[in-house]
């Protein structure tokens, strides 16, 4: 018998790659009945596991072909500008998260081209240390 914890990794795969799925086509991949899947789902989301329902935007699509990560690090004093900056720029940012480590903050986002991206360094150097690893290719 498969564990319950198998079956709901399985429903958050689906939904995590097609969120609009109808319940019922859901519940064939799965395996399971049309009302025990949304009851699961109901559970899921009642339990905090599903945060919410979003999309994933395709960058290349409006142009931004420059994909990027950059590791961020500010100074104490200087983080209400780099905060400042990062949300006067989020047209370029996916995503922005807060780390540990030697840097405390990373990014990750696209720009429409190189040129575009070296004037977002030059600016962002001016209150943060930062590195840049290039994206070469997504695998799942």
Same mark, same amino acid.
């Given at each position: 018998? =498969?564990?319950? $914890?198998?079956?709901?990794?399985? $429903? ?42 979003? $999309?994933?935007? +395709? ?53 429409? +081209? ?17 590195? =840049? ?8």
């Amino acid at each position: 018998m =498969v564990d319950d $914890i198998d079956i709901d990794i399985k $429903i958050l795969r689906l939904l995590k790659y097609n969120s609009k799925i109808v319940v019922r086509h859901l519940a064939r991949k799965i395996h399971l009945s049309a009302p025990a899947t949304a009851e699961r789902i109901k559970r899921l989301k009642e339990q905090g596991v599903i945060k919410r329902y979003t $999309i994933t935007v +395709n960058p290349e699509k409006l142009g931004y072909t420059r994909p990027f990560f950059i590791r961020i690090n500010t100074a104490y004093l200087q983080e209400r500008q780099y905060l400042h900056f990062i949300n006067n720029n989020q047209k370029y940012i996916l995503h922005h998260y807060r780390t540990t480590g030697n840097f405390n903050y990373m990014l990750e986002g696209s720009f429409r +081209n190189t040129y575009e991206f070296n004037l977002f360094l030059d600016k962002l150097e001016v209150f943060a240390k930062y590195e =840049v690893i290039d994206i070469l290719d997504e695998k799942f």
